[in-house]
């Protein structure tokens, strides 16, 4: 159980351009999401926190305008880049949690690679 | 604010050498300590999951302990193989948010 996906896993866009990315929790219902971002040979760190339902909270530096976060459901949440750019290229990986789950665990996502031309 | 470090960065070692990964931690007050494997260009993979209350975890030829106090967690590889070589990281979760550890990559050679 608890199992997270993200789709898609990899994409290429031009710069300018709107990439959506979705993170759903596949068998539990997940009332709080969290998207990561990971640029190269760097580790990964928290860009926003999201509830089912409410707006996101960012961290600080985190551009809420560029990086739209929507968690309309129990089991959905997406990322949007807006007017993706070149230095926006990064692994973003979302997990989810569970208030059921033993001290709301988190659960991993496989990620999403962006490569912004 | 918690504070991830892991130590080595990078460590090679010869194929069927035994070895340990050390995660250290500046906030106690954890909800629990995850260790991720992670392969060039590829996602996490979840290997042991630590709860704040246990004080280690096994999973086939890894052995993951917690000592919450200290605020350290060593992740012990057994008989390593060129199979192990990856980045592996811990995430401690305070209250549902993650920090990550800048990794250790680990090469194991033939």
């Known amino acids: 159980g608890a199992v997270v996906s993200q789709h898609p896993s990899w994409v290429i866009c031009k710069s300018g351009t709107s990439v959506k990315i979705e993170c759903r929790s596949l068998?539990?219902?997940?009332?709080?999401m969290f998207w990561y971002r990971q640029f190269p040979k760097q580790s990964l760190m928290l860009m926003a926190t999201?509830?089912?339902?409410?707006?996101?909270?960012?961290e600080q530096g985190v551009e809420k305008d560029k990086f739209l976060i929507n968690h309309a459901s129990l089991t959905l949440s997406t990322l949007t880049v807006t007017s993706a750019h070149p230095e926006d290229s990064s692994f973003y990986i979302c997990s989810a949690s569970s208030p059921l789950a033993i001290q709301e665990t988190q659960y991993f996502g496989p990620g999403t690679r962006l490569l912004v031309l | 604010k918690q504070e991830v470090t892991q130590i080595p960065a990078a460590l090679s070692v010869p194929e069927g050498e035994n070895l340990v990964l050390n995660c250290s931690f500046t906030?106690?007050?954890?909800?629990?300590l995850q260790w991720f494997r992670q392969d060039p260009g590829k996602g996490l993979t979840s290997l042991l999951l630590?709860?704040?209350?246990?004080r280690e975890q096994t999973s086939g030829r890894l052995n993951a302990s917690l000592d919450k106090s200290s605020g350290r967690s060593t992740l012990y590889i057994a008989a390593s193989q060129p199979g192990d070589s990856a980045t592996y990281l811990c995430a401690v979760d305070n209250a549902g948010k993650s920090t990550f550890g800048d990794g250790t990559t680990l090469t194991v050679k033939p």
């Open positions: 999201s509830n089912e339902g409410s707006k996101a909270t960012y």
């Open positions: 068998d539990f219902q997940a009332t709080t």
């Open positions: 630590i709860q704040s209350s246990q």
């Open positions: 906030d106690s007050a954890i909800y629990n």
